[in-house]
Nanobody
Framework: QVQLVESGGGSAQAGGSLRLSCAAS??????MGWFRHAPGKEGEGVATIVRNGSTSFADSVKGRFTISQDNAKNTLYLQMNSLKPEDTAMYYC??????????????????WGQGTQVTVSS
């Protein structure tokens, strides 16, 4: 079992940047990911990373978002650059044993944080 606590959400102007953090009680062999959900829209797996550093991204964020992890601190990050109003959503950190570790399955992960709101204004 793993506990996840997100931080770093907030407001930004379009074109700006935010960095989300997720403190995990452990990483182990988990696939770690970020998921977002905006009101009236389907949820979307945003990015994933495994311990060896392999990553995957949703097409909507490729080239703008990066995912990384600090294994010594058991902390997951999502660096969001060139933000767009459509990035506005509640962002959740998630984890599970998953093979392959890709964004299409983040929604089915078993462990979730409480979420952090990201609001991007135009």
């Amino acid at each position: 079992q793993v506990q996840l606590v997100e931080s770093g959400g907030g407001s930004a102007q379009a074109g700006g940047s935010l960095r989300l953090s997720c403190a995990a009680s452990k990483f182990s062999r988990y696939c770690m990911g970020w998921f977002r959900h905006a009101p009236g829209k389907e949820g979307e797996g945003v990015a994933t990373i495994v311990r060896n550093g392999s990553t995957s991204f949703a097409d909507s964020v490729k080239g703008r978002f990066t995912i990384s992890q600090d294994n010594a601190k058991n902390t997951l990050y999502l660096q969001m650059n060139s933000l767009k109003p459509e990035d506005t959503a509640m962002y959740y950190c998630a984890a599970d044993y998953a093979v392959p570790c890709t964004v299409v399955i983040v929604g089915a992960f078993g462990y979730w944080g409480q979420g952090t709101q990201v609001t991007v204004s135009s």
